[in-house]
């Protein structure tokens, strides 16, 4: 009699325990879905992670834009969509400059920019975009994957929640777009050009005014005046945001960004939520994602400057005591610099070391063979005025 009045108390107990269980079970694979949080210590090769990644750049911007197109594209496809991650260009989410920030806050989980934005928060930042008359792509990438630098890098970040990765290259860069022509060193005086990093700095002290002013923002600059020059990236990018629209004169060589390195950066937290295999998914991923950069630069500049030269544009080559002037410049703001706190001087230790011997090898390589091949071959470019 007893067992009977129990048996729908104990089938009351046994629904409510079944609705608990399916309820915690399904909060917890919703919060997987959306954050990424998993229960510690538990299996995670099932779960499913969302990320969004915000880049300095307009949104599908040719060249420095396809960086984290593919590196999405990669990271999704390799994990089979477990990891999906969502590209979201300046502005859509932050603007440009708050991109650093939106990651070490955890307001997206992955970051696509240029480290030397944000030199009014890590003046060290500089060394891993372009350091004036410093090292190429092909070099800097030496120096950060077996020199030692990629391991300062993340030293650097640390303190904000950010894991750095190397996240494509432009090569060496153009001088940039003047809209008068540069006869010597006095022509710098006045003249405001959008330039930023460490060149910036240079810049200024060799006479001129330098401007910060974000990609989507640089075509309306100087065809209203604010600027009278600006340095973006090189013929391929440059065309795309119609820069020869706006001036005429093209100068060479890129002096401020030899071997402009582009960053991933990754939230700490978000990166340490993902299983071991997604881990290494996203690693290789922005591997892949750094060398397509530089090869999809090398193979467009060409035809993009060919391009601008038919349509009028006048190809410059700096003159050399322009070119001095801003190298005895670059000379004391990175001696400055190296001296302004304990880590910008390891890092620049760092990077002084890996570049000259770096240098002395490509003496009798890349310089020997380039010198040779002029010898024997002809011309392909006529750069005379």
Do not use: C
């Given at each position: 009699?007893?067992?009977?009045?129990?048996?729908?108390?104990?089938?009351?107990?046994?629904?409510?325990?079944?609705v608990?269980?399916t309820?915690?079970?399904?909060?917890?694979?919703?919060?997987?879905?959306?954050?990424?949080?998993?229960?510690e210590?538990?299996?995670?090769?099932?779960?499913?992670?969302e990320?969004?990644?915000?880049?300095?750049?307009?949104k599908?911007?040719?060249g420095?834009?396809?960086?984290?197109?593919?590196?999405?594209?990669?990271?999704t496809?390799?994990?089979?969509?477990?990891?999906?991650?969502?590209?979201?260009?300046?502005?859509?989410?932050?603007?440009?400059?708050?991109?650093?920030?939106?990651?070490?806050?955890?307001?997206?989980?992955v970051?696509?920019?240029?480290?030397?934005?944000?030199?009014?928060?890590?003046?060290?930042?500089?060394?891993?975009?372009?350091?004036?008359?410093?090292?190429?792509?092909?070099?800097?990438?030496?120096?950060?994957?077996?020199?030692?630098?990629?391991?300062?890098?993340?030293?650097?970040?640390?303190?904000?929640?950010?894991?750095?990765?190397?996240?494509g290259?432009?090569?060496?860069?153009?001088?940039?777009?003047?809209?008068?022509e540069?006869?010597?060193?006095?022509?710098?005086?006045?003249?405001?050009?959008?330039?930023?990093?460490?060149?910036?700095?240079?810049?200024?002290?060799?006479?001129?005014?330098?401007?910060?002013?974000?990609?989507?923002?640089?075509?309306?600059?100087?065809?209203?005046?604010?600027?009278?020059?600006?340095?973006?990236?090189?013929?391929?990018?440059?065309?795309?945001?119609?820069?020869?629209?706006?001036?005429?004169?093209?100068?060479?060589?890129?002096w401020?960004?030899?071997?402009?390195?582009?960053?991933?950066?990754?939230?700490?937290?978000?990166?340490?939520?993902?299983?071991?295999?997604?881990?290494?998914?996203?690693?290789?991923?922005?591997?892949?994602?750094?060398?397509?950069?530089?090869?999809?630069?090398?193979?467009?500049?060409?035809?993009?400057?060919?391009?601008?030269?038919a349509?009028?544009?006048?190809?410059?080559?700096?003159?050399?005591?322009?070119?001095?002037?801003?190298?005895?410049?670059?000379k004391?703001?990175?001696?400055?610099?190296?001296?302004?706190?304990p880590?910008?001087?390891?890092?620049?230790?760092?990077?002084?070391?890996?570049?000259?011997?770096?240098?002395?090898?490509?003496?009798?390589?890349?310089?020997?063979?380039?010198?040779?091949?002029?010898?024997?071959?002809?011309?392909?470019?006529?750069?005379?005025?």
């Open positions: 009699m007893l067992e009977r009045r129990l048996l729908p108390v104990i089938t009351l107990i046994l629904v409510a325990l079944l608990l269980i309820g915690l079970w399904a909060t917890d694979r919703a919060q997987t879905i959306t954050s990424g949080a998993g229960v210590g538990a299996d995670r090769s099932n779960q499913q992670f990320w969004k990644l915000v880049t300095t750049w307009p599908n911007l040719p420095l834009g396809s960086a984290g197109e593919n590196f999405a594209r990669y990271v496809e390799m994990s089979g969509g477990r990891l999906k991650v969502t590209v979201y260009g300046a502005g859509e989410i932050v603007p440009a400059f708050e991109v650093f920030d939106a990651v070490s806050q955890g307001v997206a989980e970051g696509h920019g240029a480290s030397y934005y944000w030199k009014g928060k890590i003046p060290a930042a500089v060394f891993y975009t372009a350091v004036p008359f410093g090292m190429t792509a092909q070099e800097m990438n030496g120096w950060l994957h077996y020199g030692g630098g990629l391991e300062l890098w993340r030293e650097l970040y640390a303190p904000f929640g950010v894991v750095p990765f190397a996240g290259s432009t090569g060496v860069q153009m001088a940039g777009w003047f809209n008068r540069l006869r010597s060193a006095a022509d710098l005086k006045g003249l405001k050009m959008r330039i930023p990093g460490l060149a910036g700095e240079v810049f200024n002290a060799s006479g001129g005014t330098a401007v910060r002013i974000a990609g989507g923002e640089v075509y309306t600059s100087m065809q209203t005046g604010v600027i009278d020059a600006v340095e973006w990236v090189g013929p391929y990018n440059d065309r795309t945001l119609g820069l020869n629209q706006v001036a005429d004169y093209y100068y060479y060589p890129g401020h960004e030899p071997g402009a390195m582009l960053e991933f950066i990754v939230n700490e937290r978000a990166m340490g939520q993902l299983p071991e295999d997604l881990k290494a998914i996203v690693t290789y991923a922005t591997r892949a994602a750094n060398q397509d950069m530089l090869d999809e630069f090398t193979a467009r500049n060409n035809e993009s400057l060919q391009s601008l030269l349509d009028g544009t006048q190809l410059r080559k700096l003159p050399d005591d322009v070119l001095q002037v801003l190298y005895d410049n670059s004391i703001a990175l001696e400055a610099l190296a001296n302004s706190d880590i910008a001087g390891k890092i620049a230790a760092s990077y002084a070391s890996f570049a000259t011997d770096v240098r002395a090898y490509h003496e009798i390589s890349e310089r020997a063979y380039l010198n040779a091949r002029d010898k024997v071959l002809p011309p392909v470019l006529n750069t005379s005025p």
